[in-house]
C-alpha cells in the first residue's frame, strides 16, 4: 500500500515563505515524475511544478517564487515558496507516478492536501 503524507501548510502573510514537503512510503519500486498541485476555491485543481529526473516544470504564476525539488533516498518532494500572494491561496495536494512492482506499469497516488492560506 502506497502513503503520500504532506506537511508544512499553514497561514502566512503575503511576502511570506512556506516550505511543502511530501513523504511517500510503503511499497515502491521507483518514483518517476513528482509534482505539486492546488485548488483554490470555487476553481479547478491546476499543476504548480513538476519534477523529474530530466527537469522541472512550473506553472506561469509561480516561476521565479516557488521552486520543487525531491530526495530521491527519502522518497520526498518538496516545494519552497517564496514571496506569497493571497491568490496562492489554496490546498495543494502531491502527486507521485509510483511503480509499487517490477510486474506493473507506474500509477498516480496523491496526498491529502494542505491548506496554504495568504493573507493582505
Known amino acids: 500500500q502506497v502513503q503520500l503524507v504532506e506537511s508544512g501548510g499553514g497561514l502566512v502573510q503575503a511576502g511570506g515563505s512556506l516550505r511543502l514537503s511530501c513523504a511517500a512510503s510503503?511499497?515502491?519500486?521507483?518514483?518517476?515524475?513528482m509534482g505539486w498541485y492546488r485548488q483554490g476555491p470555487g476553481k479547478q485543481r491546476e499543476l504548480v511544478a513538476s519534477i523529474t529526473d530530466g527537469g522541472t516544470k512550473y506553472a506561469d504564476s509561480v516561476k521565479g517564487r516557488f521552486t520543487i525539488s525531491r530526495d530521491n533516498a527519502k522518497k520526498t518532494v518538496y516545494l519552497q515558496m517564496n514571496s506569497l500572494k493571497p491568490e496562492d491561496t489554496a490546498v495543494y495536494y502531491c502527486?507521485?507516478?509510483?511503480?509499487?512492482?517490477?510486474?506493473?506499469?507506474?500509477?498516480?497516488?496523491w496526498g491529502q492536501g494542505t491548506q496554504v492560506t495568504v493573507s493582505s
Open positions: 502527486k507521485d507516478q509510483i511503480r509499487w512492482s517490477v510486474y506493473r506499469g507506474f500509477s498516480d497516488y
Open positions: 510503503g511499497t515502491i519500486v521507483s518514483i518517476n515524475a
